[in-house]
């Protein structure tokens, strides 16, 4: 059997800062594109490890156009997990979310401890913040689709933390395959006899991802290989406006460090946005703000 593995897709319509496409198309043509490449390989599985949607306030538009897409290529079975982007204020609930109403649709099925069995292939999920399930039949071919950040080697930026790397992921679990998300770079792993792949951001959503190459793979569990295939891109000139990203980096306060426009310049700048809202719930805690004053503030932090 094969299977179309993703990366994180983030499914939006508004334009990320500096990107001077239209970024709705484009970003739903390299969808399209994906599901071509799995129709013409004859997959029959599609595995999204978490963050399929940008926001839980995503608009109609943004679900209608995903939803869309999945009913012209409804005979590949989509099977995802959530991420941090799909739900609100960290909170592993999806009624209520975009990624709750295309689950209710048919369209996508959300997986969890309990293995979804498809021609003999076991695949869990292991969503935002929750524990990797435990195997239950280790004579199977078991793929585990999580969402957690998993890099290759190297720290992705100095002083980087609660992160895991691909080596030690596969070392502890049994997992013939595993598909992973949130981190947005793309890279594979193998160690005795097991594969991850981390296939990264569907799109380039930050100016740091100026040199990022989507990719999505195509795994075959009948061989145990699999194969890259990059997805189709502008040059940055295209899609930037790259004037803005030069004037933003000499744009440098007293002490020579970058003052404005470090969050478009920073890879962690949408990949962490959470971390803000954390840090907001400290906050009204701590200054005794709660009820529904601390809804109508958090209300109006997600853009769709």
Not at 100 to 120: A, K, T
Not at 137 to 149: E, P, R, T
Request: net charge negative; with cysteine.
């Amino acid at each position: 059997m094969k299977i179309l593995c993703f990366g994180d897709i983030h499914n939006r319509i508004s334009s990320p800062r500096m990107r001077i496409d239209n970024f709705a198309d484009t970003h739903f043509n390299k969808l399209e594109w994906c599901f071509k490449l799995g129709q013409e390989h004859g997959c029959e599985l599609a595995l999204g490890p978490g963050d399929i949607f940008h926001s839980p306030r995503a608009s109609d538009d943004t679900k209608r156009r995903f939803q869309d897409i999945l009913k012209r290529n409804d005979n590949i079975h989509f099977l995802g997990i959530f991420g941090q982007h799909d739900v609100y204020h960290y909170r592993n609930d999806l009624r209520n979310t975009p990624l709750g109403v295309v689950e209710s649709s048919g369209l996508i099925e959300i997986l969890d401890n309990q293995p979804y069995n498809f021609d003999d292939v076991y695949i869990y999920g292991a969503s935002w913040n929750e524990p990797i399930p435990e195997i239950l039949n280790k004579k199977a071919f078991n793929v585990l689709v999580i969402h957690k950040m998993i890099i290759k080697e190297d720290e992705l930026y100095p002083g980087q933390e609660n992160y895991f790397t691909a080596r030690m992921i596969l070392a502890k679990n049994s997992f013939d395959l595993i598909v992973s998300g949130d981190n947005h770079s793309n890279f594979t792993s193998e160690y005795n006899g097991k594969t991850l792949l981390n296939m990264g951001s569907l799109c380039r959503m930050t100016t740091a991802q100026l040199n990022h190459e989507p990719q999505v793979a195509i795994f075959d569990t009948d061989t145990k290989t699999y194969e890259l295939f990059k997805i189709p891109i502008e040059p940055p000139e295209n899609v930037f406006n790259l004037e803005e990203v030069e004037k933003a980096k000499k744009h440098k306060d007293e002490n020579g460090k970058i003052k404005d426009y470090i969050d478009i310049l920073s890879q962690e700048a949408e990949t962490r946005e959470w971390d803000f809202v954390g840090n907001l719930d400290k906050f009204l805690k701590s200054n005794g703000i709660k009820g529904s004053v601390d809804k109508i503030i958090k209300s109006t932090l997600v853009e769709a």
